[in-house]
């Protein structure tokens, strides 16, 4: 019997096994931002213990990262915490990725462009979303602060060995039809906790049609599902999208890597403790109404009525869900109005990203009373919109165009959403006061946050067209 990429990946990274307890495993990479690392220092320096591999960890700021005037930090707790984590690396000689550096940016969207992100590694950070990495044929999993420390102080984790599901997705994605679409399809038709113990392997002709980009925003959100990570296997796209990154090896070095990432290819016979099959041709433009992304819906349908839920506890959920969000039962997706559009976020604030949503608003203006902010993934991701014409695409539409960092997916900066205002937003998480108190946000796609901001409320981009002429 052959076997998964996550099992070939997993075995090469055992340091030590013993019957009946999590495995130690090997971490190639630790990524570190300003939230969740100051206490795993202070642990370090508490037992007077050296960082094992300095080499082998990188720092960035992002969560708490100002959008506008970001050297003029106002916040007294976003201030301590990066100048803390300034100061650790400093300390303990870790390469950083300062407010000033180009390479700044959120750490999920640097990983990769840097080429820090590369197969067959295992990489970790103090970040839910690390499950990002995946799209690059690595094993990448959100750690807890303690974690952090050990991985700091040791270049290892304690880890029980994951199960393994199969999710292929096949057919082809219809016109308007994105990556965000798939993932919020998924789980809408599986819920939230349909990977939980697993680590899903993405796979069938849609996931290899689909762009590096694509990828990312797949695995990003697989954590949404309960994965503890996700993984897909890397092919000619992703060495393509390596060749040339900074932390990558050139030449000859580079050769040899590919013919070593191209054995983590999954074998033919392998097998997995379960698998989901998902037709690339049933999914529509989907639009999350609820407060978890389960809650979505396609864009052309409406939201539940209460007497369509099977047990009574998803029927008191979703009743929940309609006072949080202001909404009723049976109201259709197009009638929700919006008044704030977020374009951001570690899944969806990369170049392309920024293009498909270009692309809808060039040339008109955002309807009146709503307020749009785009913020790339990075400041080499500002610096190419900026030198194509996408900033100016965004500005002359009445949109607002930021510098990079998270921003409006967490309230854990300046950029918020105001209590029972509803928000068309490209991020991750639509829980109860994630965006800030009473924030009401829906998840979709770019394209689709950009129409939204266009007419104030839900459209269908597969009829935008139309709707124009």
Same mark, same amino acid.
């Not at 069938?204 to 925003?217: A, H, L, P, Q, Y």
């Not at 599902?225 to 030449?251: C, H, M, Q």
């Given at each position: 019997m052959g076997n998964t990429i996550i099992e070939k990946i997993w075995e090469k990274h055992v340091v030590h096994r013993e019957a009946g307890k999590p495995?130690? !495993?090997?971490? +190639?990479?630790?990524?570190?931002?300003? #939230?969740? &690392?100051?206490?795993?220092?202070?642990? /370090?320096?508490?037992?007077?213990?050296?960082?094992?591999? &300095? +080499?082998?960890?990188?720092?960035?700021? %992002?969560?708490? #990262?100002?959008?506008?005037?970001?050297?003029?930090? !106002?916040?007294?707790?976003?201030?301590?915490?990066?100048?803390? /984590?300034? &100061?650790?690396?400093?300390?303990? %000689?870790?390469?950083?990725?300062?407010?000033d550096s180009p390479d700044q940016g959120i750490v999920h969207v640097i990983g990769p462009e840097l080429g820090l992100t590369k197969p067959g590694m295992t990489i970790v950070c103090g970040d839910s979303h690390t499950s990002t990495h995946g799209a690059f044929g690595s094993l990448a999993f959100g750690i807890g602060t303690s974690e952090v420390e050990h991985v700091l102080a040791t270049q290892t984790l304690w880890q029980a060995k994951p199960k393994t599901l199969k999710v292929e997705v096949s057919g082809s994605l219809g016109p308007g039809v994105s990556a965000k679409d798939v993932i919020l399809y998924i789980i809408s038709k599986h819920g939230v906790k349909f990977g939980t113990g697993y680590v899903i392997e993405f796979c069938?002709?849609?996931?290899?049609?689909? &762009?590096? @980009?694509?990828?990312?925003?797949i695995c990003n959100m697989s954590i949404e599902?309960?994965?503890?990570?996700? $993984?897909?296997?890397?092919?000619?796209?992703?060495?393509?999208?390596?060749?040339?990154?900074?932390? #990558?090896?050139? *030449?000859d070095d580079f050769l040899d890597n590919i013919l070593e990432w191209k054995q983590l290819e999954s074998d033919d016979d392998a097998e997995y403790d379960n698998a989901i @099959?998902?037709?690339?041709?049933?999914?529509?433009?989907?639009?999350?109404?609820?407060?978890n992304p389960s809650m979505t819906a396609p864009v052309n349908s409406r939201v539940p009525y209460l007497s369509e839920c099977d047990t009574e506890a998803e029927r008191k959920a979703v009743q929940r869900a309609f006072e949080y969000m202001g909404l009723e039962e049976g109201q259709q997706i197009t009638d929700i109005n919006v008044t704030k559009v977020f374009i951001g976020s570690c899944t969806n604030s990369r170049l392309e990203d920024l293009r498909a949503a270009a692309e809808v $608003?060039? *040339?008109?203006?955002?309807?009146?009373? !709503?307020?749009?902010?785009? !913020?790339?993934g990075s400041q080499n991701v500002k610096k190419m919109a900026e030198e194509e014409g996408l900033a100016q695409i965004f500005m002359e539409a009445g949109f607002e165009w930021r510098e990079s960092g998270c921003s409006m997916c967490l309230s854990m900066n300046a950029d918020i959403v105001n209590p029972e205002e509803h928000c068309a937003s490209t991020s991750n998480r639509n829980f109860e006061g994630r965006q800030g108190a009473g924030a009401r946000t829906h998840l979709v796609s770019p394209q689709m946050a950009a129409a939204a901001a266009l007419h104030g409320h839900f459209v269908d981009v597969r009829n935008l067209a139309a709707v124009e002429v």
């Open positions: 495995d130690l !495993v090997y971490i +190639d990479l630790h990524l570190v931002h300003e #939230v969740t &690392s100051p206490q795993a220092f202070s642990g /370090l320096r508490m037992k007077n213990r050296p960082v094992r591999r &300095s +080499d082998l960890t990188f720092a960035t700021m %992002d969560h708490n #990262v100002p959008t506008v005037n970001r050297n003029q930090i !106002v916040d007294p707790v976003a201030k301590n915490q990066m100048d803390t /984590l300034r &100061s650790n690396c400093l300390e303990f %000689d870790i390469p950083l990725a300062d407010l069938g002709d849609v996931i290899k049609n689909m &762009s590096m @980009e694509e990828r990312m925003t599902g309960g994965a503890k990570a996700s $993984i897909v296997a890397p092919d000619d796209k992703t060495f393509t999208y390596l060749n040339g990154r900074k932390y #990558v090896p050139e *030449g @099959e998902i037709d690339g041709n049933e999914i529509a433009p989907m639009v999350s109404w609820g407060t $608003i060039r *040339g008109k203006k955002a309807a009146a009373g !709503v307020q749009a902010i785009v !913020v790339p």
